[in-house]
Each structure stands twice: as structure tokens, then as C-alpha cells.
């Protein structure tokens, strides 16, 4: 019989539970099984290219990218989404390129991405693909405004918004870390005996037990009569 008032993960839970799975099933093969299920998606690759008429030279390196962003993804989720902020971060090249021209600033916004993830994981208690779009997108944002205001100084306000970022996830970060640990260290204290070791908490004093009843001590007579049975 179905129990309808269980409680079921929905929302963010019930795709992290899933994911999950996915990972548990896919760790659980053998790595010359996961080599060859690689091996048939190329090959599939390749041979839907050839029927649909594409190049083999853009679905070969597609195939093997995305292959590549997938294993990283079951291995190492938030390093796959700090990559795929990055690779969002390099789609905006030509909004660079309109604001600043033939210059070497669209470039360096590009490059800005590099360091930017690389300290976002050094930061840790947050996440760090959030930290990365955060601090890009303030650069972004400051890039375009100073492009058109003062295009000298626009890449080194840039750089400066998005170290500005970084300083303010650390300061977040130190804050979760301080009230993980003090969380931890109350539920250390506390222990199984309740919050602020109050009486309820600690349980009431178990009654003292009653005195023990002295056994008399039988006769050899009263021994003796008691094991005989007519």
C-alpha cells in the first residue's frame, strides 16, 4: 500500500539525489567497461556525422569535450560547473570586442577568468562556480561601463571588481566557518543530554534503587527437606 504523506526530495534535493545515482551507477562499472561505452559514443559520433553530412573535424573534438566535461562532471561536480561558467564567460567575447575595438582588452577579460576560478577554489566553505560568476560578472558589468566612460582604465577596474569579489566571498566564507564550527561546538557541549544542559535535557535523576531484601540463610534441615521430592 502506498503511503501518499511520505515525504519525497523535490526541487534542488530530488536532482541532487538523482545525480547522485547517476555517479553511484557509474563508478560502480569497471574502468575498462567505462572505456568502452567512451569508445561506442565516439564511434556514434562519427557515424552520425557522416550520415547527417557534418564535419568529422568539429564532431570528433565536440564529442570527446563533452565526454570530457561529463567525467569531470561525476568526478568532481563543482569544478564542472566552475567550467561551464568559464566557458560562458568565453562566449562573451564579442561584446568585448564591440565595446573596446581591435584592442587587447577583450583578451585580457578573457584571461581574467583563469585566476578568477583558480582562487574562487582556494576559497572554501562556499561554492566556488558561484564565487566565479560572481566575480566575472562584476567585472563584466564594470568592463562595459568603463569601456565607454574611460577605455584606458576599463581592464584594471575590471580586474579590481572582480578581486573586490573575491575579498567579500572569503569574508562570507570565514562567517559560514565560524558559525559551522560554533554550531558544532554546541551540539558538542550539549551532547545527548539536551540545550543548555538543562534538566529536561539531562533527563531526571534516576530513583535511587530500593535496598536489597537479605536472603535468610536455610538450615542444613530446610536444605536437605527442601530437595527431597516424595
Do not use: C
Not at 17 to 29: C, G
Not at 81 to 101: H, K, N, S, Y
Not at 108 to 114: C, F, W
Request: glycine fraction near 8%; charged fraction near 15%; avoid cysteine.
Amino acid at each position: 500500500m502506498r503511503e501518499p504523506d511520505m515525504a519525497r526530495p523535490a526541487g534542488r534535493a530530488a536532482a541532487r539525489d538523482a545525480f547522485e545515482q547517476v555517479r553511484m551507477r557509474y563508478f560502480r562499472l569497471r574502468p575498462p567497461l567505462r572505456r568502452l561505452i567512451h569508445v561506442a559514443v565516439l564511434v556514434a559520433a562519427a557515424g552520425l556525422a557522416l550520415g547527417m553530412g557534418w564535419s568529422l573535424l568539429f564532431a570528433l573534438p565536440a564529442t570527446i569535450a563533452l565526454l570530457g566535461f561529463v567525467s569531470l562532471a561525476l568526478r568532481y561536480p563543482r569544478a564542472a560547473a566552475t567550467v561551464a561558467v568559464v566557458a560562458a564567460w568565453m562566449l562573451t567575447l564579442p561584446i568585448f570586442q564591440a565595446v573596446f575595438g581591435a584592442s587587447a582588452a577583450p583578451v585580457a577579460m578573457m584571461l581574467l577568468a583563469l585566476p578568477v576560478a583558480g582562487l574562487a577554489h582556494v576559497v572554501r566553505w562556499v561554492p566556488p562556480w558561484l564565487t566565479t560568476l560572481m566575480a566575472l560578472a562584476a567585472a563584466g558589468v564594470v568592463a562595459v561601463a568603463a569601456g565607454t566612460a574611460v577605455p584606458g582604465a576599463a581592464v584594471w577596474t575590471a580586474y579590481g571588481a572582480a578581486a573586490a569579489v573575491l575579498v567579500y566571498r572569503f569574508v562570507q566564507a570565514r562567517r559560514a566557518k565560524a558559525a559551522l564550527d560554533a554550531a558544532e561546538g554546541a551540539r558538542g557541549r550539549d551532547g545527548p543530554s539536551g540545550p543548555n544542559g538543562s534538566a529536561a535535557g539531562r533527563g531526571a535523576r534516576r530513583p535511587p534503587r530500593p535496598p536489597a531484601v537479605p536472603r535468610r540463610r536455610r538450615s542444613r534441615w530446610s536444605r536437605r527437606s527442601a530437595s527431597w521430592t516424595p
